[in-house]
């Protein structure tokens, strides 16, 4: 452990060989490594600033990186689970070259994530920063990824490039959606949802049997009457909504092209919770567009 009673200042590498690290590394300012760096055991790094100019193994092992500024200029690879999260809360976030945030990964630092980790989690619960997720070119996170802040305070996540994945965990108290999101496992969104645009989210990249799609709070519009949101999870996936949809500005239209775990009664049931809200709130009666057989709303 390096730094794990007094911090120091910083640290700077330039051995021409290889730094091996086996213990947590802290100090108050920068951290820099000029030279390829592999872990022996499960590594929380903490800096203002950490940056690399060659290689980090992290092996079998954990790798956190906690820093308000970031610069890899080599693959990061492992097999543990990888965090990347803001020193300071109020730190913003960048993921992808066309996103503004202090804290960021361009296209180029995501391609050196290699495939492989266990989980990949950029943020922390505690974080309050706006999040943006805008790349200059289309970019897919093969592993596990949970993009997070606080649930209870603090700006959005806001996702404006389309987004593909394996599972996907969007945790913030508020997610901005402005474009289609297509995984190939689960998609968990914790908090409430806003569309920016008419939405699909499809868990049926794998596959067309899909994984589940569930959401905690709300889904509403921008403008009412608007945007639309279209889910598919597939054959298999389950579709899970905790709270009311388009209960403070109302959809265009929701279209669930397939929930291999619901029963017709049951989507009739949501159907039949979408119009109550949309009545209640706005006094107006929605008609289905729809022929419905041996079912009514």
Known sequence: MVGGTTNLTSITTDSGG????GGNVTTTGAQTYNDAMTLTAATVFSASAFT????????????????????????????????IQPKTDTITIAIGSDASGTLKLD????????????????????????????????????DPITIRKSTGSGSAITL?????????????????????????????????????????????????????????????????????LTLNSGS???????????????LKTMTITNSGGATAEELIQLARDVRASVEQKFGITLEPEVNLVGLAL
């Open 18 to 21: 290889t730094v091996s690290i």
């Open 52 to 83: 690399t100019s060659s290689t980090l193994s992290a092996s079998s092992y954990a790798l956190t990186i906690t820093t308000d500024a970031i610069a890899l200029g080599g693959n990061v690879s492992g097999s543990g689970a990888l965090i």
């Open 107 to 142: 296209d180029t630092e995501l391609g050196y994530l290699r495939d492989g980790f266990s989980s990949i989690t950029i943020g922390s619960t505690t974080a309050t920063g706006a999040i943006a997720i805008n790349y200059a070119s289309a970019y897919t996170f093969t």
């Open 160 to 228: 404006t490039d389309e987004f593909t994945s394996g599972n996907l965990t969007l945790a913030s108290n508020s997610i901005v959606l402005n474009n289609n999101v297509t995984t190939s496992g689960t998609q968990t969104y914790t908090g409430a949802v806003t569309l920016g645009t008419s939405i699909a989210l499809a868990s049926t990249a794998a596959a067309s049997s899909g994984n589940s799609i569930s959401f905690s709070s709300t889904i509403n519009g921008t403008s009412a009457n608007t945007e639309s």
């Open 236 to 250: 298999s996936g389950t579709i899970s909504v905790g709270s009311a949809v388009g209960g403070s500005v109302t």
